[in-house]
């Protein structure tokens, strides 16, 4: 103990040394936008460290019991069983996806190909959805070419123009195929004929 006096002793005549000093020539020094200078902090500092000591504990005295042991059940072979998961196929109300359903079905008409008997719902489903009657036939045949050709009665699309503006003003010129390609063909044929007489004509008439 008189060794540990003798340590804060000289510690707080050290620091009061220093801080003299430092006061002496800090007194003016910036506070760095604190309230005290480097110097005061310096000098709190120091006498901080001087009275720094051994700290008690804070749990001196306090007692810790042990911990209570597991509580076990005296037959295990009795125990309640967990309870199964809700979200299961094993749930009778679980739902049954489009895709598990056509592979159960198919998986079924296989095991089932040699049973006369046995009719497969995918192939009624099928037979059921193709079988169109002749006006039905023709109804849809008749809507796909209009598809087709653009020429179905009412707007569709965003795309697609207003009906008025699907009329033709003058009826008769559907009809008008134009001139014939033959005629044009002919016709460009003659005028580069024309033209290239008078290119090789023309060399010669400044002397005339």
Same mark, same amino acid.
């Given at each position: 103990?008189?060794?540990?006096?003798?340590?804060?002793?000289?510690?707080?005549?050290?620091?009061?040394?220093?801080?003299?000093?430092?006061?002496?020539?800090?007194?003016?020094?910036?506070?760095?936008?604190?309230?005290?200078?480097?110097?005061?902090?310096?000098?709190?500092?120091?006498?901080?460290?001087?009275?720094?000591?051994?700290?008690?504990?804070?749990?001196?005295?306090?007692? /810790?019991?042990? @911990?209570?042991? &597991?509580?076990?059940?005296?037959?295990?072979?009795?125990?309640? =069983?967990? +309870?199964?998961? *809700?979200?299961?196929?094993?749930?009778?109300?679980?739902?049954?996806?489009?895709?598990?359903?056509?592979?159960?079905?198919?998986?079924?008409?296989?095991?089932?190909?040699?049973?006369?008997?046995?009719?497969?719902?995918?192939?009624?489903?099928?037979?059921?959805?193709?079988?169109?009657?002749?006006?039905?036939?023709?109804?849809?045949?008749?809507?796909?070419?209009?598809?087709?050709?653009?020429? /179905?009665?009412? @707007?569709?699309? &965003?795309?697609?123009?207003?009906?008025?503006?699907?009329?033709? =003003?003058? +009826?008769?010129? *559907?009809?008008?195929?134009?001139?014939?390609?033959?005629?044009?063909?002919?016709?460009?044929?003659?005028?580069?004929?024309?033209?290239?007489?008078?290119?090789?004509?023309?060399?010669?008439?400044?002397?005339?």
């Amino acid at each position: 103990m008189r060794a540990m006096h003798k340590v804060r002793v000289g510690v707080s005549l050290a620091a009061l040394v220093v801080g003299c000093g430092a006061m002496s020539g800090c007194l003016s020094s910036p506070t760095y936008g604190t309230d005290k200078t480097a110097g005061v902090q310096l000098l709190d500092d120091l006498g901080d460290i001087a009275s720094v000591s051994a700290a008690t504990p804070k749990d001196k005295g306090v007692k /810790y019991p042990n @911990r209570p042991g &597991l509580v076990v059940g005296g037959d295990k072979d009795t125990l309640t =069983a967990p +309870q199964q998961s *809700l979200a299961s196929k094993d749930n009778p109300a679980w739902l049954e996806s489009p895709e598990d359903a056509r592979k159960r079905l198919a998986t079924e008409a296989d095991e089932k190909k040699n049973d006369v008997n046995y009719r497969s719902p995918l192939a009624q489903a099928d037979s059921s959805k193709n079988h169109m009657s002749e006006a039905q036939q023709t109804a849809a045949y008749r809507a796909a070419r209009q598809d087709q050709a653009g020429t /179905y009665d009412q @707007r569709r699309y &965003l795309i697609d123009p207003p009906q008025g503006y699907r009329q033709v =003003a003058d +009826q008769a010129a *559907l009809n008008d195929l134009g001139e014939p390609e033959s005629k044009k063909e002919k016709k460009r044929k003659k005028d580069a004929e024309a033209a290239q007489q008078t290119s090789n004509s023309s060399w010669w008439k400044p002397f005339q």
